[in-house]
C-alpha cells in the first residue's frame, strides 16, 4: 500500500537528516552558538517529521468509514470523512506550527491569543457559512432525507436532487429548482 508505505518513509528521511545533522556537529565540534542553532533545527526536525507521521496516518486509518470502524470502532457517514480528515490534518498542523515555534524560544501564548481574536472574527464574518457547514453536517449524519426523497418543510415541497456542503437543491412539484442553505432545512 503506497499510503501505508509514505507514512513511514516521508518520516524516516526526515528523521535520518536530523540524526545526519547531530552527528555532523559532534563530529565538526562546532561553535556553541552554531550548535545551539543546528540542536534547535535538529528538535524541529524530529518534531516535523512526528507530525508527519501522524498526519500521514490520519489517511492509513481513516480512508473509508469500514477502516475507520475496524480501527476505532466508530460509524461515521462516508461523505463526512474528507471533512473530519481535513479538520484533523488542520489540528495536526496547528498543533506542529505551534510546538516548532516554542522550540525555537518564542511565546506561543501571544500567537494562540491573536488566532483566538482573528477566529472570532472570521466566525462572525463567516456565521452563515459556518451554520450552513453544520447543516450539512447534521444532513449528512443523521440522514433525515436523501437524493430523490421527497420533502415538505415550512419554507420548500418538492423532490431532492443534490445535497451540498452550502445548500440543498430542491426540484418543486411544478418543476422549479429552489436552492435552500443547509441551516434552514436542518431547522426545519
Known amino acids: ?3 501505508l508505505l509514505d507514512t513511514v518513509i516521508i518520516p524516516a528521511r526526515i528523521l535520518i537528516i536530523a540524526l545526519g545533522l547531530a552527528i555532523g556537529a559532534q563530529i565538526l565540534q562546532i561553535d556553541p552558538t ?3 542553532f543546528v540542536q534547535h ?5 524530529v518534531v516535523f517529521a512526528l507530525f508527519m507521521g501522524g498526519i500521514r496516518t490520519i489517511d492509513v486509518v481513516a480512508p473509508s468509514s469500514m477502516r ?3 480501527v476505532t470502532g466508530l460509524t461515521i457517514s462516508e461523505r463526512l470523512l474528507p471533512f473530519l480528515r481535513t479538520a484533523f490534518k488542520l489540528l495536526f498542523v496547528a498543533l506542529c506550527v505551534l510546538v516548532i515555534v516554542q522550540e525555537w ?3 506561543a501564548s501571544g500567537l494562540i491569543a491573536g488566532l483566538g481574536v482573528g477566529g472570532l472574527a472570521i466566525s462572525l464574518a463567516a456565521q452563515d457559512t459556518i451554520k450552513n457547514l453544520f447543516g450539512f ?4 449524519g ?3 432525507f436523501m437524493v430523490g426523497d421527497f420533502i415538505k418543510t415550512p419554507d420548500v415541497e418538492g423532490t431532492v436532487e443534490h445535497v451540498g456542503v452550502r445548500s440543498t437543491r430542491i426540484r418543486q412539484l411544478d418543476q422549479a429548482y429552489v436552492t435552500v442553505p443547509n441551516s434552514v ?3 426545519s
Not at 533545527?41 to 526536525?45: E, S, W
Open 1 to 3: 500500500d503506497d499510503i
Open 34 to 36: 552554531t550548535n545551539n
Open 41 to 45: 533545527l535538529i528538535r524541529t526536525l
Open 68 to 70: 475507520l470502524f475496524g
Open 105 to 107: 524560544g518564542y511565546d
Open 137 to 140: 453536517t447534521t444532513i449528512v
Open 142 to 144: 443523521d440522514q433525515p
Open 185 to 187: 432545512l436542518a431547522n
